[in-house]
């Protein structure tokens, strides 16, 4: 069974920072990819990037693109996101999911691409 565990999230006020994290446990754990998403109440769930395990490759949705930075340690089994420069539409929760399918040089960034994710940590951006 893996397990993926989000941790970090909070309160911040507009151009503050925050760190995520997501640990990933079980035995036969192995993914080809990492990603993190949120969902903002009313709204549906969205990519806010995703990275490579094996490559460090990244992917960044546009509207993060310069304030947020995902990073991995391959013997942590942990994910980062790195958010700087928060804004209030950044609120949302946070979660962090597994592809166990490889791709070439692709760092997956749809849903159904992912096979197991987290339970979720809430980011609130006060303005």
């Known amino acids: 069974q893996v397990q993926l565990v989000e941790s970090g999230g909070g309160l911040v006020q507009a151009g503050g920072s925050l760190r995520l994290s997501c640990a990933a446990s079980?035995?036969?754990?192995?993914?080809?990819?990492m990603g993190w998403f949120r969902q903002a109440p009313g709204k549906e769930r969205e990519v806010v990037g995703a990275?490579?395990?094996?490559?460090?490759?990244?992917y960044y949705t546009d509207s993060v693109k310069g304030r947020f930075t995902i990073s991995r340690d391959f013997a942590k089994k942990t994910v980062y996101l790195q958010m700087n420069s928060l804004k209030p539409e950044d609120t949302a929760v946070y979660y962090c999911?597994?592809?166990?399918?490889?791709?070439?040089?692709?760092?997956?960034?749809?849903?159904?691409?992912?096979?197991?994710w987290g339970q979720g940590t809430q980011v609130t951006v006060s303005s």
């Open positions: 079980g035995r036969t754990f192995s993914a080809y990819a």
């Open positions: 990275i490579i395990w094996s490559s460090a490759s990244t």
């Open positions: 999911a597994a592809d166990r399918t490889s791709y070439i040089d692709y760092a997956p960034r749809a849903l159904h691409e992912y096979d197991y």
